[in-house]
């Protein structure tokens, strides 16, 4: 079965500064998805970014990216220039791209934002 | 579009009352799930479906029933509540296809 794991509860960063999530996960499938997920105060949960495994090339958006390491069965997700609004819960999840479609989440990392 | 709904966003329950989460997308996904968050556990699927007429079960779905009978709806039953059953529920849709998962709002159940 699929596992994602974070192993981050907590997270700090100043602002305007760098920051990287780290998330991992442990799949015998070859093709699949990532995602990184964002969840506010507000509950709602906002996709950040995701990755399709076929793809070498790190997916970015803005002032995310990611480090996608198949091999190493790693997906870490780094926010450049940090803003207060950054401040949330960050999920990574795992989705097979066949089968069931199930969708495996990690635990969360929260990130704080220091101004 | 709405995206996906849910209704109530906030429930209080007494052990043992029964009662439906409601679920909507009117972005004939394929795919619906519903997870549960708890503090510390991050979301857990409870149960999903890949169509009209399929439902399976996920990771927690003792004390919870599901039916599809359309794309569009995706209702979640609580049979017998109980404090355990104390969180907050998400609704989800996709298609098969593509991967992204869209959200509601989430439920917030306290079962006291």
């Known amino acids: 079965a699929q596992t994602v794991t974070q192993s981050q509860p907590e997270m700090s960063v100043q602002e305007a500064e760098t920051v990287t999530l780290s998330c991992t996960y442990d799949t015998s499938e070859s093709d699949y998805y990532l995602f990184w997920y964002k969840q506010p105060p507000s509950r709602q949960m906002i996709l950040v970014i995701r990755?399709?495994?076929?793809?070498?090339q790190n997916a970015t958006e803005n002032r995310f990216s990611v480090n996608f390491q198949k091999a190493a069965k790693s997906f870490s997700l780094k926010i450049s220039d940090s803003q207060l609004g950054d401040a949330a819960m960050y999920f990574c999840a795992y989705r097979s791209s066949s089968g069931t479609y199930k969708y495996i989440f990690g635990t969360g990392t929260r990130l704080k934002v220091l101004a | 579009n709405a995206g996906v709904t849910q209704t109530p966003k906030f429930q209080v329950l007494k052990t043992g009352q029964s009662m439906t989460l409601q679920c909507a997308q009117d972005m004939n996904h394929e795919y619906m799930s519903w997870y549960r968050q708890d503090p510390g556990m991050g979301l857990r699927l409870i149960h999903y479906s890949v169509g009209a007429g399929i439902t399976d079960q996920g990771e927690v779905p003792n004390g919870y029933n599901v039916s599809r009978s359309t794309t569009e709806d995706f209702p979640l039953r609580l049979l017998s509540a109980a404090p355990s059953q104390t969180s907050v529920y998400f609704c989800?849709?996709?298609?098969?296809?593509?991967?992204?998962?869209?959200f509601g709002p989430g439920t917030r159940l306290l079962v006291l």
């Open positions: 989800a849709s996709s298609y098969q296809g593509l991967g992204t998962q869209y």
């Open positions: 990755q399709e495994a076929y793809k070498q």
